[in-house]
């Protein structure tokens, strides 16, 4: 159950009720992300816009920032974003096998790239809250950040970073919420217990 109010999108008007209007048509309903959003109208209008530059197409490949998402929602134990995350991947045709290797570490198969994405998406998501500020200033060692910069440009690393961030934020949010999921379930091992 919810813990707030889901808000009908037809009460909404001017740019928030706009917004609410390019979601619907891109998804063909309001989610309950945004409808709780939508308590603040002002905020929702700001959120999905922002969300799209986050998750939409940028310089880095579009597959690799679901599957990153994904593996946020899987460490998060967040069935909701995982649902939307793989959603996304399917759509980009990644494989259920593939998305579970990715949240299960079976990375053997996938380009140092990928792994090297994949170790910073968990380091970021789990490291912040276990590691003083004195003992890992940047979350994430001196080998990973280099290794990082030898695969990634500034911008991409720039798109990364705020990808996983908003992931992260987004699945407490999601969790906190009691959201029941809008879009299909993830599949079994994808999906969070």
Request: charged letters at 25%; glycine letters at 6%; aromatic letters at 8%.
């Amino acid at each position: 159950m919810a813990l707030i109010k889901l808000v009908d999108p037809d009460t909404l008007e001017g740019t928030p009720r706009e917004v609410a209007e390019s979601g619907i048509a891109q998804y063909g309903k309001a989610l309950n992300t945004w409808q709780a959003i939508m308590n603040k109208p002002d905020l929702f209008a700001a959120y999905l816009p922002f969300l799209r530059q986050v998750a939409g197409p940028g310089a880095l490949d579009g597959e690799l920032k679901d599957l990153s998402a994904l593996y946020v929602g899987y460490l998060n134990n967040c069935r909701y974003t995982a649902s939307h995350r793989f959603t996304s991947a399917r759509a980009k045709g990644v494989s259920d096998d593939q998305m579970r290797a990715v949240v299960h570490e079976e990375w053997s198969g996938l380009s140092d790239k990928y792994q090297v994405a994949l170790k910073f998406t968990k380091a970021i998501t789990l490291l912040p809250t276990l590691l003083p500020h004195s003992e890992e200033p940047q979350i994430a060692d001196e080998k990973l950040l280099a290794e990082l910069k030898t695969h990634f440009s500034d911008q991409e690393i720039l798109e990364l970073t705020m990808s996983i961030s908003v992931w992260n934020a987004l699945a407490r949010f999601h969790r906190v919420m009691g959201f029941e999921l809008d879009m299909p379930e993830a599949p079994e091992g994808v999906n969070p217990l």
